[in-house]
């Protein structure tokens, strides 16, 4: 999608890392992917926001998430 494009090129004119998540996985699996990503932000469409809510609060490392 566009906002796909314009998020991906906008993290990188920010030089961070772009580390996209499979959100097919659920639960223990997509929990430790974000974790080992070590990502700070989680940018993700609302209709993923069931899928991320209880996830977000166990990992101490994201500093803010958008949805």
Known sequence: TKEFIRIFLAVHFLGAIFAPINTGLKGEVLFHQLRISNA???????????L????????????????
């Open 52 to 67: 991320f809510r209880s996830i977000v609060k166990k990992i101490s490392q994201l500093e803010n998430h958008i949805f």
């Open 40 to 50: 700070k932000y989680l940018i993700t469409e609302k209709c993923n926001f069931d």
